[in-house]
């Protein structure tokens, strides 16, 4: 969070930025001397959305930075900036035009990120000083963006199934929560068959990982998070451009624990519980073949039509064992279908849900806080995709139709009817840099889960 800082707390008077755009330029350049107009004219300043000039003082020294900015896009506004600004102090100044000060405020801290643990960092970023409000509104939610960015920027050799398992340790460790854990073939005597079916080919033996915390008297919340940290995609073995980036397929996971310390965080009175079923999806002599049936935990015979269609297995255990709890929602994460993303592109996750109120209102909060979501519907006729002649379905389909649909409906067998229950199909990277969006791992739909729980219960 150094990338913020309490404005009284600055030790030097912070450099102006001042957000403007075309509709706004004249009266901005009337706050200017004659000299300072002239070097905006031959920087060529026009205002538009993304353009800086850095405007001299008489003795040349930055007096303030002008910025153009979409006035429809607060959280971007100043995202390259940290990055690019000289080192210093600077704040946001009265007169720009109307913005959402808070969402300047996170975008800046987002576009502050760096992902040091294997090199230095590139360069210090640029401080934007806010006030103390703001400060503390958003310093839990840029940590939390951070934790997901760093687990799915980390390699599989430092971020196997154990690797979770111990960032969810010192996660309850830090919040006095309850952690235990099934490894290897305890989950096979606990009945939970298809984590272990997954998660048995590799050296690094399958896991799934409980953290309990809050009153027993509280709303049950459970948040589900798909753990592959690493995928081949098994015998149906992915081609090397398709396997290059399946480091990341542990990002529901990261999003669902980062989402629990952030209601940890803001102790809602909830009584949560985080599960997290983690895996390598490896090939070797005991691995999960295609055709063979698996029993799940829910008791549905399982046909296995494609290795590489592994996240929904790891997850239908993990959603049986939440449902047996009863809660009063289950919110699960998931790198889970490449159909998601030709549907909706890398920013949009898709979002299903078995109740239209709770759908509107995750819609709504993802609205509210600038963090996009998108609903695809549970379209039960494309249940029949999945029909097995000899299980009761498989965990694939003959068809490439509705991929990400298709999944979801696997999983929404393993939910009583009844239940709410959201399931977040995310992407949880970037492909490249964007302003506040560097290379690599993402949240996405994090800050907007948040905020329909804090709305939910808080």
């Known amino acids: ?40 004219d031959e920087n060529g300043f026009d205002a538009k959305p993304g353009g800086v000039c850095l405007v001299p003082d008489a003795n040349g020294k930055l007096a303030r930075v002008l910025v153009g900015v979409d006035r429809q896009d607060s959280l971007s506004s ?102 235990r854990e099934w490894v290897g073939d305890e989950l096979l005597d606990d009945n939970f068959p298809t984590i272990h079916a997954v998660g048995r080919a590799s050296h690094r033996a399958p ?12 709303p049950k919340v459970t948040l589900v998070g798909k753990g592959v940290c690493f995928d081949t ?47 390598e999806n490896a ?8 055709g063979e049936v698996v029993i799940t935990r829910g ?21 049986a064992y939440a449902a047996e709890q009863k809660p009063a929602l289950i919110v699960d994460f998931a790198t889970l279908t490449g159909a998601a993303r030709v549907a909706l592109g890398p920013d949009l996750p898709a979002l299903f849900a078995n109740d239209d109120a709770l759908a509107h209102a ?39 139709h509705a991929g990400a649909i298709t999944a979801a409906l696997f999983m929404e067998r393993f939910i009583p009817d009844g239940m709410p229950w959201l399931h977040l199909d995310t992407y949880a990277w970037n492909d490249g840099d964007r302003p506040g969006r560097p290379r690599g791992g993402e949240a996405m739909g994090l800050r907007a889960m948040f905020a329909l729980l804090s709305k939910r219960y808080g």
């Open 233 to 279: 995609g098994g015998l149906d073995l992915k081609p090397s451009d398709g396997m290059r980036w399946m480091k990341k397929d542990m990002g529901g996971a990261a999003h669902a624990i980062a989402l629990a310390g952030l209601v940890m965080e803001a102790n809602l009175p909830v009584r949560l519980t985080l599960l997290i079923p983690a895996v």
């Open 362 to 400: 995750a819609l709504a909060c993802s609205n509210d806080v600038a963090d996009p979501i998108w609903r695809l519907p549970l379209w039960r006729p494309y249940r029949k995709l999945l029909d097995s002649y000899l299980a009761d379905f498989t965990n694939t389909g003959a068809s490439r």
């Open 1 to 40: 969070m150094s990338a913020l800082i309490e404005l009284r707390s600055s030790r030097h008077a912070p450099t102006p930025i001042e957000a403007t755009d075309a509709a706004h330029l004249a009266a901005a350049r009337k706050r200017l001397s004659a000299a300072q107009r002239s070097w905006l």
């Open 283 to 290: 090939v070797s002599g005991n691995a999960m073949r295609p």
């Open 207 to 218: 896991r799934l990982i409980e953290l309990t915390w809050g009153k027993t008297t509280a």
């Open 78 to 179: 100043l995202a390259a900036l940290p990055m690019t600004l000289p080192v210093g102090e600077y704040t946001l100044a009265p007169e720009s035009v109307a913005l959402n000060v808070e969402l300047v405020a996170l975008g800046w801290a987002l576009g502050a990120y760096q992902f040091t643990r294997y090199r230095k960092a590139k360069r210090d970023a640029a401080v934007l000083a806010v006030a103390a409000k703001t400060l503390a509104t958003l310093t839990p939610l840029v940590e939390a963006t951070y934790r997901v960015r760093d687990l799915v920027n980390t390699p599989t050799e430092d971020m196997g199934p154990k690797h979770l398992a111990d960032e969810v340790k010192q996660l309850g460790k830090a919040h006095k929560a309850k952690v």
């Open 299 to 319: 008791g549905h015979s399982v046909e296995i039509d494609n290795t590489d269609a592994e996240g929904r297995l790891v997850l239908c255990d993990a959603l």
